[in-house]
Each structure stands twice: as C-alpha cells, then as structure tokens.
C-alpha cells in the first residue's frame, strides 16, 4: 500500500512497483490509510510523512499498536532526527525524497525478503543467561515473563544468540537484519539497540555489550 498525497507520486511508485510484479493499492490521507490498511491487509506500506489529517507518524503508531507490517517511510524531510524519530516509531526503513524508483523498489523487496524469510524459519530455540527465544513463534521471555519486541528488535537479538561472544560490526548487522547495506547509516542499529536494551531490563543493559569504534557484543556468561 503507497499512502502519499501527491498523485504523481502516488502513479510513479504504483507504475514502478507494478512493472516488478506487485499489486498495489493507494491511499491519499492518513485516515484513509488507516482504513485501507484494515480492508486490504497489505504486505508492506510505503508512508509519506507529511500527510492530510492522520499524519505519518500518527499512521503509523496506529499500524505498529496492533501489527508488524513493515513500513518504509517516505519524505521530503532529511534531518537526523527525523530519520531516528521515524525508526523509534516502529518504521523498518526510511527514504527521502527526491528518491529513485529502482531504490526504493529494492528496498521493498529486501524488505519483503527479510519478513517472509522470518515466516519460514525452522524451530529454533535459545537460552543465554536468563533470555530466552523460540524462533517459530517470535517468543521472547526474560526470567520467564514475556517480552514484547518488534520485528528488527527480535531480528537483532535473533542474531546475536546466533552469535553469542563474537563482536558484530554496525554494518554487520545492518546487512543481516535489513537486507541491503545503509549507506552511513549505522545510526539506525544504535536506535534499535537501545530499545532492545531497554525492553531487555537489567539483563539486556549487562549482556549488550557496546565495542567502541566496533560495534555490540553479547555476552554469553
């Protein structure tokens, strides 16, 4: 679903996401969108920010209260802030415009590739000192109380029980959680961290371990 006021924008990414094979459906407001959202059940969502009545980050919060949809955010706003506000929020990815159609059309698909990837996981399970995950179905405990994640922050975690002990790289994990290599923009993984570590309590803040210049370890004793 392209939720974008604009109408050449609108027909621009329809076309371009159309001639890679999707199906696509718009929307033109943030009301709209919401509405949509709920009738059409989409895959994915490309969200512009500046929008008519709900804006974007009203959207959404609204998306991410009850699904895990991914959500790519579109706009012409190029600050810093705006990128890590939009990440916090819950989006998986952030472009801005101007853009070019074969760029986003490719960070929809690694986009795409990551979630079903995550759909079709083998049985899985972990325990590193009192976390706990079972891959199957998206399951996280600490002392064997539930933890609520959202999909890059369970996608992070997955990887470093994967690799418990070792030091990943920012890069590292930019590649294996979203699909595509950032161009600088190892400041997304240092967002979602933070809220891993948080959701994590105690036990996320001592096992994360941050490698200066490097990048995140997770102890394993």
């Known amino acids: 679903m392209v939720v974008d006021d604009e109408v050449p924008i609108q027909e621009l990414i329809k076309f371009n996401l159309e001639q890679a094979g999707f199906e696509v459906k ?32 009203d959207v959404c919060k609204a998306i991410r209260r009850n699904s895990n949809t991914p959500i790519i955010m579109l706009t012409a706003k190029e600050t810093e802030l705006e990128r890590v506000l939009g990440l916090e929020l819950g989006a998986d990815d952030y472009i801005t415009k101007p853009f070019s159609p074969l760029e986003l059309v490719a960070r929809i698909k690694a986009v795409l590739r ?25 399951e996280v405990k600490v002392k064997g ?23 990943l790289t920012r890069e590292y994990l930019l590649q294996k959680v ?14 979602h ?28 004793n």
């Open 26 to 57: 718009v929307a033109g407001d943030g009301n709209e969108a919401l509405e949509r959202f709920e009738s059409d059940k989409p895959d994915l969502v490309v969200l512009d920010l500046m929008l008519p009545g709900k804006d974007g980050w």
């Open 114 to 138: 990551r979630a079903a990837g995550q759909e079709t996981q083998q049985e899985e399970e972990f325990l590193v000192g009192n976390i706990s995950m079972r891959v199957e179905t998206r």
């Open 145 to 167: 109380e539930s933890v609520d994640l959202t999909r890059k922050e369970f996608d992070l975690l997955h990887v470093f029980l994967m690799n418990v002990g070792k030091v």
């Open 178 to 191: 979203w699909g595509y290599e950032y161009e600088g923009e190892t400041r997304t993984v240092d967002v």
């Open 193 to 220: 961290i933070r809220h891993l570590r948080r959701k994590l309590g105690p036990e996320g803040e001592d096992r994360i371990e941050t490698i200066h210049g490097v990048g995140y370890k997770l102890r394993g």
